[in-house]
């Protein structure tokens, strides 16, 4: 059993959606109770259908150009509970519920690693400094 | 004044990054303290090395061809609190302290709008079908 839940769509709304000229749209995953960034992968129209059909996010995977359902293999899959596209309409935000991780590496999210930059505050003399010269 | 902070970078982390083809690296924008997701830009290397250096959020428009430091003319500035990267190193997550709205509409977020999709709940009962048939 895939999902308790089965989509339906306006048809008006994925041919609304702007994809690119391979024919994708990135798609930001997100932990609909936390608000946690899981993710970011690619979908096509086909893999954006399979997604609203079986209410689980099916992906376009670019290095391996073939369809992804999302924890097919692993079983950590994404059950969708929203998607909202952005102004440009060349975005989507999926908000799921994450069966166990979302990466591969066993990390919760994708995004586990910080880039290393270090924040120096300016004082107010460096300021007063910065402003006068 | 662009900022109270200057953020200084281990260079190795930018050479690490997966730019594609085009030179370009989809960054997710996040509230630092609502993890509301508030926008998808694209930066380059340069754009990504003047927001380390700012501290301000900079893109690269891929419709204007140029530079756009967020905020530089409405004054929605997006300071940097974190930068992240995924997995595949060909993705960022950054959160910010968002001044004001993101969006160019007046929306907070720039994914202010959900597809219009209708959950249908599966019954038990029909559950009980799916598996018999």
Known sequence: MVSAA????????IRDLKFDE???IPAIIQDYKTAEVLMLAYMNKKSLEITLKS?????WSRSRREYWVKG???????SVKAIYYDCDKDALL????QRGVACHT???????R?????????????KRIRKIS
Chains 1, 2 share one sequence.
Do not use: D, P
Request: proline share 0%; net charge positive.
């Open 22 to 24: 391979k024919g994708l």
């Open 106 to 112: 066993g990390n919760r999210s994708c995004f586990y």
């Open 55 to 59: 209410g689980l996010t099916c992906f």
């Open 72 to 78: 097919a293999t692993s079983g950590n899959i994404q």
């Open 6 to 13: 089965q989509l339906s769509l306006s048809k008006m709304n």
């Open 94 to 97: 999926i908000r799921v519920h």
């Open 114 to 126: 910080r880039l290393k930059v270090r924040f120096k505050r300016v004082s107010s003399r460096q």
